[in-house]
């Protein structure tokens, strides 16, 4: 009886828990919806209109941006060779991390990176945030994407590194629930009064509940309905998730509501100006309609039809023609000045103007001015992309380095002893995007012409190790720049390095010998 006791607190506190942070979310899911909304072009402003009869297109300003932030971001990370290279950090083994490398290649190239990040990348520009869930699954390791409304956090947590605890919704068939029961990882109760009978493609909803007991160690139970599939198992490899953003999030004072693992939308800004370009845009529409077909006042007595009037060249014949009226039209020419201002507004809250979007604005702007606007817009993407480095790709890549040094083939390490993971840093192979990247470029290629010269004075004055100094540094400057100019396999093309360091080696042992 005090087992039973026992357990019930338990699923009590459980229940708790998701309950606690499904609170959190709900605070946030209206803005999340109304963001998904400007995207996928759902507007309540564009329905009235219709009904209305009135121009309704929907100007998607912030499904265009976002589009051309995939596309930047697509440039950025997948350009180069690999999108993460592993480095030595704190006296570890050249020679493992070399090891570990090639491992890491095998595997990314077994998983196609760029299917599983295109939905990351959509929801850190909508919603903020971007949330995978990082194993090791049938020998392999796995990426899954965690949508924003499938996850719940701690909302006391102070900051991302004080998350108590996580609970993650999953859905399984019956089928699924009975297998791992097999497997051991459930526990083998009755569940068969929750299903249909030849219903095997129905799923249930789940909850794992992550919770943190120390400071690295992790647990993780199961609940179904009032059952406890499983309870405080310990995770040997810490919990599975990795979350982070491109923009951190404001914590207003008092704000109780506040929950810290989101990250703010950069496209939040943007809705109050699309909203206010459809209004301006569509009533500019109706005005210049105005002006082509201008709305005419006539007695009802006079017996004219609307197909008589829309009719043309048809003469209207009228006993009284002064009685034929013509409803002035609006001035149109404060519109479209509107528009424009809106436009900047909407360029300043976004940092992409509109010829990023490959759209020419109505003022004849100097190619001056439109490179201005491209370096600045350029810069916010590449403080956005740092951030995101830093919490969500840098995370994720040392969560799968390290899964692939505990659980990869023992071909690829030759043996070496797996007991404790070296210290190690991850470089992240981001491209330039095509926002700034003639700036890149032109940047690159003018340090490049300074190292020249700096060579040419090290060389006059027979300074060889300065002059080699310079040889190296401008060696990393080019493997910058040639994924810019659009050159794949970089490291490919510099193997010959390898190739001379080995007969140096063979060279240096023969004459020892």
Do not use: C
Request: charged share 25%; hydrophobic share 35%.
């Amino acid at each position: 009886m005090k087992i039973k006791k026992t357990i019930d607190e338990r699923v009590s506190f459980l229940t708790q828990l998701i309950s606690e942070s499904k609170n959190g979310y709900e605070k946030y899911k209206s803005h999340f919806k109304e963001l998904q909304s400007a995207y996928l072009l759902e507007s309540k402003i564009t329905q009235k209109l219709k009904k209305r009869n009135k121009s309704n297109i929907y100007i998607p300003k912030i499904n265009a941006k976002v589009k051309y932030l995939i596309t930047s971001l697509n440039d950025v990370y997948f350009s180069s060779e690999r999108m993460a290279d592993i480095e030595t950090y704190i006296n570890s083994d050249d020679a493992i991390i070399e090891l570990w490398q090639n491992a890491i290649d095998f595997y990314t190239g077994k998983i196609n990176m760029f299917k599983i990040f295109q939905p990351l990348f959509l929801d850190v520009l909508l919603v903020g945030t971007s949330i995978a869930k990082v194993t090791w699954h049938k020998g392999m390791p796995r990426i899954e994407r965690i949508g924003i409304d499938n996850i719940y956090f701690d909302p006391n947590a102070l900051d991302s590194d004080d998350v108590g605890y996580i609970v993650n919704e999953i859905y399984l068939t019956y089928n699924q629930i009975i297998e791992r029961q097999k497997l051991g990882f459930y526990k083998n109760v009755e569940i068969g009064q929750y299903f249909e009978e030849n219903d095997k493609y129905k799923k249930v909803k789940l909850y794992d509940i992550y919770e943190r007991k120390d400071d690295n160690n992790w647990v993780v139970s199961t609940l179904f309905e009032n059952t406890l599939l499983r309870n405080e198992i310990p995770l040997q490899d810490g919990q599975p998730f990795i979350w982070g953003s491109m923009l951190p999030q404001l914590k207003k004072i008092d704000n109780e509501d506040y929950v810290s693992a989101y990250g703010e939308p950069i496209m939040s800004s943007a809705i109050p100006l699309q909203d206010e370009i459809n209004i301006t845009r569509n009533l500019f529409i109706d005005s210049v309609r105005s002006h082509i077909n201008p709305k005419i006042i006539i007695p009802k007595s006079m017996g004219i039809s609307r197909e008589d009037i829309e009719t043309l060249g048809k003469p209207i014949y009228s006993d009284d023609p002064r009685a034929v009226q013509i409803l002035p039209p609006p001035n149109v020419s404060s519109a479209g000045m509107n528009l424009q201002i809106l436009e900047a507004e909407l360029t300043e809250v976004t940092g992409i103007s509109p010829q990023n979007n490959g759209a020419q604005t109505a003022n004849n702007e100097t190619a001056t001015e439109i490179s201005i606007k491209a370096q600045e817009g350029g810069r916010r993407s590449a403080d956005y992309i740092r951030q995101y480095n830093e919490t969500f790709i840098e995370p994720l890549f040392d969560r799968f380095a390290m899964l692939i040094f505990k659980y990869g083939e023992d071909s690829f390490f030759k043996g070496y002893q797996r007991e404790d993971i070296p210290s190690f840093r991850f470089k992240i192979q981001t491209g330039t995007g095509a926002m700034n990247k003639e700036v890149r470029r032109a940047g690159i290629q003018a340090s490049m012409q300074v190292f020249a010269q700096l060579y040419q004075m090290y060389m006059s004055i027979g300074d060889a190790n300065s002059a080699y100094g310079i040889i190296k540094a401008n060696k990393e400057l080019t493997k910058e720049l040639l994924p810019i100019l659009g050159v794949k396999n970089v490291n490919t093309l510099f193997s010959f390095e390898n190739n001379e360091q080995n007969i140096q080696q063979e060279d240096h042992q023969s004459i020892q010998g």
